[in-house]
């Protein structure tokens, strides 16, 4: 069983940056693929950024390459989103997801078993 909570969530205007964390519990952490997904008023969710086991490995989705940064601690059970150059279209709660163990990484829902509750991330025009 894996628990995630994220924070860091906030209001900022266009162009500034936030930092989200997820801290997750339990013992199998180091060995998940972990997930950023989003989801804005109205619309499904969308998959943002992973990253595998090791950090060594990561995919972005299209709208945030270049502008969202994505790290683990393993030692500290801990994930990170760095998002600078925010826009306005970025708004919406931001999920941390931890995939099911001994898959590679993945941009698909599907593949996650553990969702934290969300954070507001609302970026203002």
């Known amino acids: 069983q894996v628990q995630l909570v994220e924070s860091g969530g906030g209001l900022v205007q266009t162009g500034g940056s936030l930092r989200l964390s997820c801290a997750a519990s339990?013992?199998?952490?180091?060995?998940?693929?972990m997930g950023w997904f989003r989801q804005a008023p109205g619309k499904e969710r969308e998959f943002v950024v992973s990253v595998s086991e090791s950090g060594a490995s990561t995919r972005y989705a299209d709208s945030v390459k270049g502008r969202f940064t994505i790290s683990r601690d393993n030692a500290k059970n801990s994930v990170y989103l760095q998002m600078n150059s925010l826009k306005p279209e970025d708004t919406g709660v931001y999920f941390c997801?931890?995939?099911?163990?001994?898959?590679?990484?993945?941009?698909?829902?599907?593949?996650?078993?553990?969702w934290g509750q969300g954070t507001q991330v609302t970026v203002s025009s």
């Open positions: 339990g013992r199998t952490f180091s060995s998940r693929v």
């Open positions: 997801a931890a995939a099911r163990q001994f898959i590679s990484v993945t941009d698909s829902a599907n593949g996650y078993d553990y």
